[in-house]
């Protein structure tokens, strides 16, 4: 069965203080691996697409990459606006049309 | 601004009553998926429109939920005799018919059954 599993479950960082984010899939046929960002009470917000391992995605302070079995989202000096849950997901060929969310990874950025 | 428009943002219902949520993706998004989410946790497919055609339903879909998307462009999500373990986030997204590419979220419709 298509699982995604991420970790941590919660990171707290200080401003400034890089790291990255876990996503491992188990997804027979990956067609895409996508990242969101989710703010409390709204809806996830697109942030990246990966389709083949190797590839790699960059947009402000984040960069995103793919191997044949886990995604990493990495956070480069963050700040406190980028204090929300990240969730990654994963489509596959066996899935039909559902795409399979992990739980997420809560950050907390401090000033 | 995905452009993906969800109706009411808030619900409150008393257990049994039944309630519809609507959903307004773009013109461009052929592809119309329901999700619902619980606190602490990712969305769970619910269901997936190809235009006005439903071709997908997950388990987690009670026959007490109905979804419809007449004429391809709106959707609506019914819940039937709500239940207190019915309460979460409905979440509804569009996706254009090219490719694997991303879906987009509208903000959610949040569902409190007391």
């Known amino acids: 069965e298509d699982q995604v599993t991420q970790s941590p479950e919660a990171l707290r960082l200080q401003e400034g203080e890089s790291s990255s984010l876990n996503c491992s899939y188990t997804?027979?046929?990956?067609?895409?691996l996508f990242w969101y960002r989710q703010d409390p009470g709204k809806g996830p917000e697109f942030l990246f697409t990966l389709y083949s391992a190797g590839e790699e995605k960059e947009k402000e302070r984040l960069k995103a990459t793919l191997t044949k079995k886990e995604s990493f989202l990495h956070i480069t000096a963050p700040k406190p606006e980028d204090s929300a849950t990240y969730l990654c997901?994963?489509?596959?060929?066996?899935?039909?049309?559902?795409?399979?969310f992990g739980a997420g990874t809560r950050l907390f950025v401090k000033a | 601004d995905t452009g993906v428009s969800q109706n009411p943002r808030h619900k409150i219902t008393k257990r049994g009553q039944n309630v519809t949520f609507r959903c307004d993706p773009i013109s461009e998004h052929n592809r119309l998926y329901w999700y619902r989410q619980t606190l602490g946790q990712g969305p769970e497919f619910l269901t997936y429109f190809q235009n006005e055609a439903q071709l997908e339903k997950s388990r987690l879909l009670s026959d007490r939920f109905s979804a419809e998307r007449p004429k391809g462009s709106f959707s609506t999500l019914e819940i039937q005799r709500t239940e207190q373990g019915d309460s979460a986030m409905y979440l509804c997204a569009g996706q254009t018919l090219v490719g694997d590419t991303e879906a987009f979220f509208g903000q959610g419709t949040r569902l409190t059954v007391v």
């Open positions: 997901a994963a489509y596959g060929n066996t899935g039909g049309f559902k795409t399979i």
């Open positions: 997804v027979s046929g990956l067609r895409g």
